[in-house]
């Protein structure tokens, strides 16, 4: 079975500061990578995505990420973060028609 | 506006009670999820489907049953419920390779 982990569960950073949230997957096989977002008691917004070319993907709100094969990994991006980027960030991979999806990291921005 | 809706918003239940949650989506996606959400435990999935009529076992199907008789409707059933499936629980639907979720069932079992 597939599986995602997202190292750091929680990611405390400055505001205007860059920010790194990290991803890998298991599988080999050709995949679909997703990187999604979580407002409190909200359901999840998806921020970018893989699905084939160019290997660094650009999202909403300034977000990118970076799809590299060899070390299976999908990490996101920030160069400047805002106090509103605060949330809870979740990596995920299609495979097979089913989504699998890493356990989360938390991103507090402090002022 | 086109989406996933989810009912009820909330629910209590008493252990052993059964109840049924519901997603609707308007988007004629054929793919369609159940997860649950946890702490520390990211989305697990429970069941899916791939088309009107099917449904196939995720991650965690164990004490959940899942209907899709119309393909704009996916039914999550707990026949009866325990305290460890107080959860909340998020439905999705997979279409123009995109994943549009549910706000959310929020689940409490006594």
């Known amino acids: 079975a597939q599986s995602v982990t997202q190292l750091d569960s929680q990611v405390p950073v400055f505001e205007e500061a860059p920010v790194e949230l990290r991803c890998n997957y298991s599988s080999s096989v050709s995949v679909y990578l997703f990187w999604y977002v979580q407002y409190p008691n909200q359901g999840l917004q998806l921020l970018l995505k893989?699905?084939?070319?160019?290997?660094l993907v650009k999202g909403i709100n300034g977000f990118e990420a970076e799809f590299n094969k060899s070390q299976t990994s999908f990490h996101l991006r920030k160069p400047s973060v805002h106090i509103s980027d605060t949330a809870e960030y979740f990596c995920a991979v299609l495979n097979f028609n089913k989504f699998y999806f890493g356990s989360g990291t938390k991103l507090n921005v402090k002022p | 506006n086109a989406g996933v809706t989810q009912t009820p918003k909330f629910r209590v239940l008493k252990t052993g009670q059964s109840m049924t949650l519901l997603c609707a989506q308007d988007?004629?996606?054929?793919?369609m999820y159940w997860y649950r959400q946890d702490p520390g435990m990211g989305l697990r999935l429970i069941h899916y489907?791939?088309?009107?009529?099917?449904?196939a076992k995720g991650e965690v199907p164990d004490g959940y049953n899942v209907s899709r008789l119309k393909k704009q409707n996916f039914l999550l059933g707990l026949e009866s419920a325990a305290p460890s499936q107080t959860s909340v629980y998020f439905c999705a639907s997979w279409g123009a390779n995109v994943l549009t979720f549910g706000a959310g069932s929020r689940l409490t079992v006594l």
């Open positions: 988007m004629n996606h054929e793919y």
């Open positions: 893989y699905l084939s070319g160019s290997t």
């Open positions: 489907s791939v088309g009107e009529g099917t449904t």
